[in-house]
Structure formats: structure tokens, C-alpha cells
């Protein structure tokens, strides 16, 4: 079973604050890939990043910035220097070697970024 | 790249009827694509996995008599909404992956708002 935990349910900050979505996760597959999209108020969900198992660098683009841990099983999403732009709901996802292609999704954060 | 269209982005219908959503992938050729579902404030819900030229494979829950889905080709998906109630009213979101692999990025259209009356 497959399971993505985003204990933070909302969070607010306030403009060019940094601030950290967190993102754990529960699987049997040692391989397996961690995903993290960003869904707008417009509805679509934007593709933000993929990171597979065996790959534990972090990675940087502009703002965003991931830190996978597996010891923790934990996936976290740092956006340095909010926007108001960048409020919107952010999901983690899992996809473990077993299940193909399907995901698995945490139950959201909602960010919301007051100017 | 990687772009995948949904059609219509909004449909208000009466109760009884039936409402189609079209997924398109635009820019590449998708194996696999995805039908969701997701009420307001909550995660995504998987209602159906869809491969070109087979069945759709329809979670646990979900009736497939209910959810008709057609993937007709390597670019287009389709979901009908047969009879349609109140309670069917939803945000539904398509996904397009180009291959069926372990860890294959899903890419998402913008989704069909559907209200019935």
C-alpha cells in the first residue's frame, strides 16, 4: 500500500517570505518516484517536479527548491522569497515501481500568499 | 511540451441527461490517461485508468455504466456522464501520460467543472 502524508493542510505567509511544504511518504517498493504538482485557482494541475528513488540530490529552480530525504521518507517543497503568484494548492504525489504509472496524491496544501 | 487540453471547461446540464468530456493530449502520443475526480477542498479521487484500444479499468466504487470512457486513440479520451444527478456535479480532471511505465509523469488538462441541475 501506498500512502502520501501533507500535514499542512493551509498555510499563509506573507510576500517574500520563504516558506516549506512538507510531504511524507509510506511504500513497499524500493524504487519508486515522488512528484509534486501545483493546482492554480484556475483548476489545472501544474507539473512541478518528478524525483526517482535513487536520486537523493536536491534540486534547485529558481524559487522552488526540493529536499528528498528517504531516511525520513520525506519529500519537502521550499518556495524562498513568496509571490503572490505562487498561492495556490500544492500536492505531493507517489508512483511506486508496482503501480505503473499510477499516483498516489496527499491531501493538498493550500498556500496562500497576502501581499 | 506536454500539453493536454480539456473540453469543455464548464457544462451546466438538467438531471437526466448526458455529458461527454473530451481530454486531448496535444503534443504527444498518450498510452495511458487518467480520469479523475475532486470535490471542493479535497485531494484528487481516481475514477479510471484508460489505455488506447482497451477497456478502461474503473476503481473500486466508481460505476462504470455510469462513467463511460473511451480512449479511441493515442490522443483523445473521452468520459460520458450517462444520466447525470445532482450529486455527479464535480470537478473532473483528465491526465495523459506517454507511456504505462513505473514513474511515467501524469501531465493534466485544466479540468471540467460540471453542474447539474
Known amino acids: 500500500a501506498q500512502k502520501v502524508t501533507q500535514a499542512q493542510t493551509e498555510i499563509s505567509v506573507v510576500e517574500k517570505e520563504d516558506v516549506t511544504l512538507d510531504c511524507v511518504y509510506e511504500?513497499?517498493?524500493?524504487?519508486?518516484?515522488l512528484f509534486w504538482y501545483k493546482q492554480p485557482p484556475s483548476g489545472e494541475l501544474v507539473f512541478l517536479i518528478r524525483?526517482?528513488?535513487?536520486?537523493?540530490q536536491n534540486e534547485i529552480s529558481g524559487r522552488y527548491s526540493w529536499n528528498f530525504q528517504k531516511s525520513t521518507s520525506s519529500f519537502n517543497f521550499t518556495i524562498t522569497a513568496s509571490q503572490v503568484v505562487d498561492s495556490a494548492v500544492y500536492f505531493c504525489a507517489l508512483s511506486g515501481w508496482n503501480a505503473g504509472n499510477m499516483l498516489t496524491f496527499g491531501g493538498g496544501t493550500r498556500l496562500m500568499v497576502k501581499p | 511540451g506536454a500539453v493536454v487540453s480539456q473540453h469543455p471547461s464548464r457544462v451546466i446540464c438538467k438531471s437526466g441527461t448526458s455529458v461527454k468530456i473530451e481530454c486531448r493530449s496535444l503534443?504527444?502520443?498518450?498510452?495511458?490517461m487518467f480520469w479523475y475526480r475532486q470535490f471542493p477542498k479535497q485531494s484528487l479521487m481516481l475514477m479510471a485508468t484508460?489505455?488506447?484500444?482497451?477497456?478502461?479499468?474503473?476503481e473500486q466504487g466508481v460505476e462504470k455504466d455510469k462513467f463511460l470512457i473511451n480512449h479511441a486513440s493515442l490522443t483523445l479520451s473521452t468520459l460520458t456522464v450517462t444520466s447525470a444527478h445532482p450529486e455527479d456535479s464535480s470537478f473532473y480532471i483528465c491526465?495523459?501520460?506517454?507511456?504505462?511505465?513505473?514513474?511515467?509523469?501524469?501531465?493534466f488538462g485544466p479540468g471540467t467543472r460540471l453542474l447539474v441541475l
Open positions: 511504500t513497499r517498493d524500493t524504487t519508486y518516484y
Open positions: 484508460s489505455n488506447e484500444g482497451s477497456k478502461a479499468t474503473y
Open positions: 503534443d504527444f502520443q498518450a498510452t495511458t
Open positions: 491526465s495523459a501520460s506517454g507511456g504505462q511505465g513505473p514513474g511515467e509523469t501524469q501531465y
Open positions: 524525483r526517482n528513488s535513487f536520486d537523493e
